[in-house]
């Protein structure tokens, strides 16, 4: 009793650029050899680097460059006030605290990769194989600017491991056709997610973490096109 309440709060905001430059090329060579089957065969690479500039934009806080009072850092609204927040005005109509430029992260990821697949056909098309691998090579940089508090010190963070993680991951499949109708199939594939930074209680580097899909399932397609369907576990 006695005492003003008052809901304390902050804006805060991030400008975010993210520009990606990609290069990809492949070649495919085809083989007819009559009976014993059709042959595709390809090879590829694939090149992606993403450089990402971000802002953070806050409230000003306490520095020793900067020696606000704290109760500065914050907007203030009356708890029995229901109306919605609005963003550059407080509960009493004042303005709110300034938005000031607090830090400046710079990042930057190259991902390189490159693959082979074979597809056969044979018995007259009914069955089809096909088999890939794909590997890939991860590495990255960030550096952190504190603009605010110019007191820290940037920062500049690299991949946690000593050589740049790479990954393979395969894929195996098959289908075949019961009838002109029906087909069945089944798959195996992998894929990769890098982890850039990423470590464990202890330090060590975690390996790029990667999905295993098994599938299998039956095809349909009759009457021309106007019944098709498809069920796989």
Do not use: C
């Not at 595709?40 to 450089?51: D, E, I, L, P």
């Not at 018995?123 to 990255?140: E, Q």
């Not at 009838?179 to 594939?189: C, G, Q």
């Amino acid at each position: 009793e006695g005492h003003d309440l008052a809901i304390a709060y902050q804006w805060k905001d991030t400008n975010k650029t993210e520009l990606r430059d990609q290069l990809h090329g492949d070649v495919t060579y085809k083989l007819d050899l009559g009976k014993a089957g059709k042959h595709n065969f390809v090879a590829g690479f694939q090149y992606m680097k993403t450089n990402v500039n971000e802002d953070d934009i806050g409230p000003a806080y306490f520095t020793a460059a900067n020696p606000i009072l704290d109760v500065e850092q914050f907007s203030y609204k009356n708890p029995g006030d229901y109306s919605p927040f609005r963003y550059g005005v407080q509960g009493d109509g004042r303005p709110d605290a300034k938005p000031v430029l607090i830090d400046n992260l710079k990042t930057l990821n190259w991902d390189f990769g490159f693959y082979a697949v074979y597809q056969g056909q044979f018995f007259n098309d009914r069955l089809t194989l096909i088999g890939g691998a794909r590997r890939d090579r991860n590495d990255t940089r960030q550096a952190t600017n504190h603009i605010y508090d110019t007191a820290k010190t940037s920062t500049i963070t690299t991949r946690a491991s000593v050589d740049a993680p790479t990954a393979t991951s395969p894929q195996v499949g098959l289908s075949f056709a019961i009838t002109r109708d029906i087909n069945v199939f089944a798959l195996y594939s992998t894929g990769v997610v890098p982890n850039y930074t990423a470590r464990d209680g202890n330090n060590n580097a975690f390996a790029p973490t990667k999905a295993k899909n098994y599938e299998a399932g039956i095809k349909i397609d009759m009457f021309d096109g106007k019944l098709s369907g498809t069920m796989s576990v």
